[in-house]
């Protein structure tokens, strides 16, 4: 049965693994015991053997084996090879969890689509629901140990009422080599079309939705079976075992105190048992022990799954939901917090200081800034003072740069309305030039206001091209033109027409 201390360390506190530590169940004391009495054998034989046995030559050649296997011993990258395996093993013991068939939403999905408070309604969801828990302990008597050992024939799967014996017979003559948890699920399906023929599932949506839980729930067992196919590769496994074991061969010797008289380097102190070299197996080789019961989770340690546990709770959730529970609904009633606006469940002594602290607003609530930090940037870094437009801005800066030989001024006039042109007379300041006067001076027309923002004032009519002397009104309809110049870089908060180029060209 699963070892739970959750409990246990719920709060943090002083030395708060220490009461763990005396566990015996599921510990690494249990695991381990055997392998750290039979080193410590080995060791004291070797260290008894040395001071006791051998003679003063073949002391001087052990001592050299000694220092040679401690040595390179190091070399043995145990650390990184022993932690990557152990991450491997963890991680998919999880997901082997994660992959247990739960018919927790198919139990949902079958209340909610199977109608009928008559014999067959009740029929149909409890035959739904009971191909369901039979699937999964098809397959999870292929995986686990604790179930083979509970259903370890057909006979007793039909005695446990989880098939009937029609249905064995039906699942028996299905030649197939393959293993046949599916089958039920196949059969489920059929049922459920049936049962949509009768109306007792009332849409196709409905249908859709339960055929979709199911097959959440036939992935899951297809994922177990897969995990059980294929284990982690067999070299990986054997590479971290060489590796623990062949470290703590050379440790056996290369750990061994030896006389303080020879003067050998690191050797001035003899003592009869490694304290630290015990530690060391005990840490190593306690890892390579944890991955050894994790690697197969579906077996019967400790730490193992409790798929039979699993089955009962599931055979018996299930049978419940769907017949007793069918339809049944307790009388709706107003809730206590019917008149309150604000409504807020109650705190007992040994919680009501909750109620004083404040509510989380976002980690950005509390920050504070300099005034001069908060005002916003204008026109692409161009600072301009809070409040003021754009339209005000540039009109400011107008009566300094434009001009009929100034930067500006040139910009603006060519920007007249033009075919492909994205520019708005909104975001341009128009100067038009009604042709020229009898002395060949360029004439403006009445269209020189600045249409800036349109925000800021009223919409008028078009602009009329007039021009003294009266004279030259009956002539031809005057036409608008650029005033012809060199042209120079725009300003930055100006933007550039497009299919300028393309005129001028034509």
């Known amino acids: 049965m699963t070892v739970t201390y959750t409990a246990r360390v719920a709060n943090t506190r002083f030395g708060g693994f220490s009461k763990l530590l005396l566990l015996w ?44 296997c401690d040595q390179y011993a190091s070399l043995i990258p145990i650390s990184f090879v022993l932690g990557f395996y152990v991450t491997l093993v963890v991680n998919r013991w999880w997901d082997q969890y994660l992959c247990m068939p739960l018919p927790d939403a198919l139990i949902c999905a079958v209340v909610g689509s199977v109608h009928g408070r008559d014999e067959r309604g009740r029929l149909y ?10 699937s999964a302990v098809l397959i999870l008597r292929s995986v686990s ?39 039920p699920c196949v059969w489920f399906c059929n049922l459920a079309a049936q049962a949509r023929r009768e109306g007792r599932i009332r849409d196709n949506n409905t249908l859709k939705l339960l055929l979709e839980e199911l097959n959440v729930f036939r992935g899951k067992c297809g994922m177990l079976f897969h995990y059980d196919w294929i284990s982690i590769p067999l070299v990986y496994t054997q590479v ?20 303080p008289a020879q003067g ?65 609904l307790p009388m709706m009633e ?16 040994a919680t009501a200081f909750l109620l004083h602290h404040p509510s989380f607003q976002g980690s950005t609530f509390d920050i504070t800034m300099a005034k001069e930090d908060m005002q916003f940037q204008r026109l692409d870094g161009v600072d301009v003072p809070l409040g003021e437009t754009h339209g005000e801005f540039l009109q400011r800066l107008l009566p300094v740069t434009a001009g009929p030989g100034g930067l ?52 008028e009519p078009e602009p009329s091209c007039s021009y003294e002397p009266l004279a030259l009104a009956a002539a031809e309809p005057c036409t608008v033109v650029s005033i012809p110049g060199p042209r120079g870089p725009a300003p930055p908060w100006l933007p550039s027409p497009i299919g300028e180029e393309e005129e001028s060209q034509a």
């Open 145 to 183: 140990t604790a179930v083979f050992k509970r259903f370890p024939t057909m006979d007793h799967v039909v005695e446990a009422g989880f098939m009937t014996r029609e249905e064995r017979k039906k699942f028996e003559n299905l030649n197939s080599p393959y293993n046949k948890f599916w089958v």
């Open 334 to 349: 107003k809730d206590l917090y019917w008149d309150l606006a604000e409504a807020r469940a109650p705190y007992t002594a």
């Open 240 to 259: 971290v075992t060489i590796a623990v074991y062949s470290y703590f061969l050379a440790c056996l010797i290369g750990r061994q105190f030896l006389d």
């Open 125 to 134: 969801r409890r035959t739904l629901i009971r191909y369901a828990g039979l």
């Open 25 to 68: 169940r599921g510990s690494i004391y249990k695991l381990l015991w055997r392998e750290l009495l039979c080193f410590l054998m080995l060791y004291m034989t070797l260290s008894a053997t040395y001071r006791f046995v051998l003679s003063e030559g073949q002391k001087r050649y052990f001592e050299k084996l000694v220092i040679y």
């Open 408 to 459: 500006l001024g040139r910009r603006l006039t060519s920007l007249r309305p033009r075919k492909n042109s994205c520019v708005s007379e909104a975001s341009t300041v128009p100067s038009c030039v009604c042709g020229t006067a009898p002395d060949g001076a360029a004439l403006e027309c009445g269209c020189d206001d600045l249409l800036l923002d349109p925000n800021l004032r009223e919409p």
């Open 264 to 328: 050998y380097k690191g050797h001035d102190l003899d003592l009869y048992v490694p304290i630290f070299t015990l530690l060391q197996f005990f840490f190593y080789a306690g890892w390579l022990k944890v991955a050894e019961q994790l690697i197969n989770p579906f077996g019967e340690d400790d730490d193992d799954f409790e798929t039979n546990f699993l089955i009962d709770r599931n055979f018996q959730v299930s049978m419940l939901a769907v017949d007793e529970m069918y339809d049944d």
